[in-house]
């Protein structure tokens, strides 16, 4: 599988941006998806995940109620929707996959996208 994140840029705060992450594949709705970012100095961290039915999410607690996530399974993309952001929003964000089910470890996650930045301005 390989993933390819894009819609990431520049964004007051208190705006929004939408990302995608389009695989390669015939079997994506095999595979749970999530979203993770790494800002600078910091470890990577788990943002939110869906299940390939896209019939559950789970989202970290700094975003929850900000960000949505969902997924396309006919065109082999899943979204996070990022609203209300905030300066400390800013990382580069990534997507993952991994067969069944979703995970809040990223190294449960097999397969990865190269990133896309979020900058957050106050």
């Known amino acids: 599988v390989q993933l390819q994140a894009s819609g990431g840029g520049l964004v007051q705060a208190g705006g929004s941006l939408r990302l995608s992450c389009v695989a390669s594949?015939?079997?994506?709705?095999?595979?749970?998806m999530g979203w993770f970012r790494q800002a600078p100095g910091k470890e990577r961290e788990f943002v939110a995940a869906?299940?390939?039915?896209?019939?559950?999410?789970y989202y970290a607690d700094s975003v929850k109620g900000r960000f949505t996530i969902s997924r396309a399974n006919a065109r082999n993309t899943v979204y996070l929707q990022m609203s209300s952001l905030k300066p400390e929003d800013t990382a580069v964000y990534y997507c993952?996959?991994?067969?069944?089910?979703?995970?809040?470890?990223?190294?449960?996650?097999?397969?990865w996208g190269q990133g896309t930045q979020v900058t957050v301005s106050s």
């Open positions: 993952a996959a991994r067969l069944l089910t979703y995970s809040t470890r990223s190294t449960d996650y097999n397969y």
């Open positions: 594949g015939r079997t994506f709705d095999s595979y749970a």
């Open positions: 869906i299940r390939g039915s896209g019939g559950s999410t």
